[in-house]
């Protein structure tokens, strides 16, 4: 049962009904279908494996869902399943191509641990929170996304492993990739403290909700799907460049996270620092506090227009974008 606001769903719940089938009898629920010959066949609750069950309609003595949930969680390629998809949400690829093709015609990249993570998974009762921490406690999440050859025996020879280019993963590196739309707009808020203004959550969340609808995408289907999504076209740059957040985000008013920092104790430098640890989660190269420098000597002393500058070219840097 669906609950609109407007014209968006704001969220959909699950209710049991019961179905009384198209004959007299709800303990039987019958639904019938035609032959090519015109005669009338009854047809009862089958699953595509062959499994009948109760065909009561009575929802507080039958609960379908229940039911099929049974015969999905039996299946062996469940946990793999969903062990797979796990693994490609956090690693950026799965263990097969396509994510959701698993079978004895897709080989995976790594059966063996594809087929031990998925025995655990099934053991510990489908326990998603576990299966999230084997996923980003394991070595390959750890890793580097440092991506190329070096002269023999120095540096990095992983160069080979680029499964954008069709290859089966390796995972010899982590994979750099593009931020969801509602993880960059999250960064955004937590680096530039904007989700401490609004105080009210059902005001924070409407204005997520505003934001993350330039990213939506309405596909023409049935059922209308949508997906949020953020590809770096030109109009979502232009927006991330100019938009209001950005420009809130940015913002030298009193109270802002600008405004605390240009007023604070902190030395110029240390600003400097803070606001890369803050976007970047890293220090400032040489090269780069040079460059903050030459702005603050370039707004003649104009302390905070010089943070605007470099805070605005680390929010659209792609440092800041990218999942690295």
């Not at 929170?129 to 023999?152: D, V």
């Not at 680029?162 to 937590?190: C, N, W």
Request: overall charge negative; hydrophobic content about 35%.
């Amino acid at each position: 049962m669906p609950t609109r606001q407007g014209r968006a769903t704001a969220f959909a719940e699950l209710k049991n009904d019961d179905f009384k089938g198209e004959g007299s009898t709800p303990e039987k629920a019958e639904i019938y279908y035609e032959l090519r010959n015109g005669l009338l066949q009854v047809a009862y609750p089958t699953f595509v494996d062959g499994t009948k069950i109760n065909p009561n309609g009575y929802a507080k003595q039958v609960d379908r869902r229940k039911e099929l949930a049974k015969l999905i969680t039996k299946s062996e390629y469940f946990g793999k399943a969903i062990v797979n998809r796990m693994w490609g949400h956090f690693l950026g690829y799965g263990f097969t191509k396509p994510l959701d093709d698993i079978g004895p015609h897709n080989a995976p990249s790594h059966p063996e641990l594809l087929e031990r993570l998925g025995k655990a998974f099934a053991e510990n009762d489908h326990d998603l929170r576990r299966l999230i921490r084997w996923c980003t406690l394991n070595e390959a999440y750890s890793l580097s996304s440092r991506f190329g050859s070096g002269p023999k025996g120095a540096g990095i020879k992983n160069d080979k492993d680029d499964p954008s280019l069709g290859e089966k993963p390796m995972f010899s590196h982590f994979y750099v990739r593009q931020m969801q739309a509602e993880e960059l707009y999250m960064s955004l808020v937590t680096a530039t403290e904007a989700e401490q203004i609004k105080e009210n959550y059902a005001e924070q969340e409407k204005i997520k909700a505003q934001w993350l609808q330039q990213f939506t995408l309405a596909f023409r289907t049935d059922e209308g799907d949508e997906a949020t999504t953020f590809n770096g076209t030109i109009p979502q740059a232009l927006m991330m460049m100019n938009g209001a957040l950005v420009k809130e985000a940015t913002s030298d008013q009193q109270g802002s996270f600008l405004y605390k920092i240009a007023t604070g104790a902190m030395s110029e430098a240390k600003m400097i620092d803070f606001l890369y640890q803050a976007a970047l989660a890293r220090k400032p190269t040489g090269t780069e506090l040079e460059g903050a420098n030459k702005l603050l000597q370039g707004r003649s002393g104009n302390l905070a227009a010089a943070l605007q500058d470099v805070w605005w070219a680390l929010l659209n840097s792609n440092e800041f974008i990218l999942n690295h």
